[in-house]
Every structure is written in C-alpha cells, then in structure tokens.
C-alpha cells in the first residue's frame, strides 16, 4: 500500500479517532487505527468493540491496500511533521515508511486481519440537525452516572417521533429532560434506544466538526445505533436495559415559582459552594416573598451567604441542593433567565430556562438533607 496524504487532512482525522481507540485493550489491534486505500481516498477506522468510527481523508493512491498502525504513535508523529504533504509506503511485513520533507520515520504495524469486521448502516431513518442533536446532548449529558454498576443510567435515552425529538438522562439524583418540536418524515412510531455516555461526546465532537448547518443521518439495528456525518460515520452499540420511567420523576404541582437571573444565580452558587461540605456540596435555597437566598456553612473555613432578587417567590420554602448539580445546568443553558419551581422541603426542585421557546427544557435535582 501506498499513498500520499496532506499533514493537515491527516491530522484532522486521526484526532478524531483517538476517543474511541482502546488505549488498555487486552486486544493490541484495538491501540491500532485500520487505514484502507483505494482510488482517491483513505479510510481510518477505529473501534474498541463497543464504539467505533470511520473517517474518509482525501490521498492520492498509488498502491491500493489496507493495514493498521498505532493510532496514537501515528497522530503523535504526523503532528509533527512540516505542513506538507507526506508519503506512506506500508510493506507486506506490514511497517509504514513515512516519509516527509527531510523526515524519514519507519512505523511497526500489524495485518488488518486481525482487526473486527463493523457492522453494515442500514437504510437511514432520518435526518437530524446537528446544532439540534449536538443541543439536546449538551443539556443532559452531564446528568449521566458514571457509576459503572448503574448501566442503564450511563448512557441518555433517545426517543425519536414523527415529530419531535427527545433526550433524557438521569444518575439517581438528578434528571434532565429536553424535548424538541421537529418533523422526521422517515420516522412512523418511535425510536427508543440507549446511548451511552461516550457515544454522545463523540457524537458532540462530530458535530463541531460538521458545521452548524450540517445534517446528520441517523440508523439503528438491532444492537447498534449509526450516525453518519457526510463521510464520517460513528456506530454505537445501544445500552440494554430498562431506564427509569422519567415521567413519573418529573414535577407535576410544583406551586413556589421565581424567576432569577442566571448569571446572578451561576455566581452566587458558586461563591456559596467554597463554604459547602466537600463531600456534599450541598447549599440551602431558600425562597421567599421576592428574594431567593443561598447559603452554605458546612465546612470549618466559615460560612457563606447570598441575596438574589425573584421574581413571583411567595411563601417561605427552603430546600438542600447540590451546588454542583446547580452549576451544571446554569452552565448549560443560554438563557438570561432561569424559573426556580419548588413544593416542599422534601420534594425535587425543578429548574426551567425562561424564554427558551426552540426546546422544552426540565432539569429536577431531588433536595438533600442539610
């Protein structure tokens, strides 16, 4: 096999693969990345069985074929060449010879034999806005567990309708929810699957990449899901398992209502929160006829305490949160607003960007005992 490449073109789309290549595989061809040449293009595929990638760089082919190659040592030295174009010369004992400029480097690889088959995208289902489905990701992904013995919590539930899509995430704790109006015209019923947690940033990093005007196509099989950004394509296999019914936890006669600013908020929590529990994190909201308080003594260093103007507070309600729980929605909304919606000191808060008419956004943190 044999081609030449432009550095920058490489580069792009090797980096690309580095989130998904297994870097403590007990399998050494999952550390490689497959490079497939033929007419005028490269193929770099990277898998580690569970998540896998596909991306196409333009080359010039002399000699079709196809090997694998350490994908981190590959990036690492490419990065480091001149901005110029190289050659790869790869050999039946499989080594690439790169040569570029005066640089002159020689790569240990192994036979593409050895490395998994990935599965075959079926028929797309439907077209999804990527600034929509990189959003949707963005406002719940931190929701997710990291807890490896909570697997149907480490990943987001993706429900696809005729017209609408929605994404929802929880750890126990805390439950986002978003839900967006748009019309699927390949979608009858509903697609229900799990994506995990690292499927969905690969799938925001794709989506930089792509544009906000791009489009992705998205698939599903059996076990897998598919997302094909032009000529890059994520599969994902699909969490299995039931997710909890996220309906039931969502707030349905949350009476004390307020509104606040959300930088207000955001750097209030925060000043709040060096006075918190470092175990907890857990400040008191109190809210009350026009004011939302913020306070936090947990910790020997002192205590904190701040004052915020709110808008439609009525009678007194105080409740524990998360600081840190607080501080990742604030972060990942926009809006200059944020609705505060509140029962009693043993039921979930609810927390709404005001004014957000594109998505119907509901962030619950369950109250904690302080």
Known sequence: MEFIASKSDLVRELSLSQGVVEKKSTIPVLSNVLIEARENEITLTATDLELSIRCVCPATVKKPGASTLPSRKLLDYVRLLPDADLSVKIGENHAATITCGRSRSRIAGMSRENFPELPKMPAPLAQIPVSLLAALITKTVFAISNEGSRYTLNGGLLLLKPDSITMVSTDGHRLAFIEADHTFEGISGQLRALVPKKAMMEVQKLAVEAGPGASVALSSDENNLFFQFGKRLLITRKLTGQ???????????????????????????RRVSQFADERSHAIRVSLSSGELKLAASGSESGEGEESLPAEGAGAEIKVGFNALYLLDFLGAITSDNVHLELKDEQSAGQFRPAGDSDYHYKYVVMPMRL
């Open 243 to 269: 997710f909890p019914d996220y309906e039931r936890v969502l707030p349905k006669s949350n009476e004390q209502a307020a509104l606040v600013s959300r930088e207000e908020m955001a750097a209030a929590v």
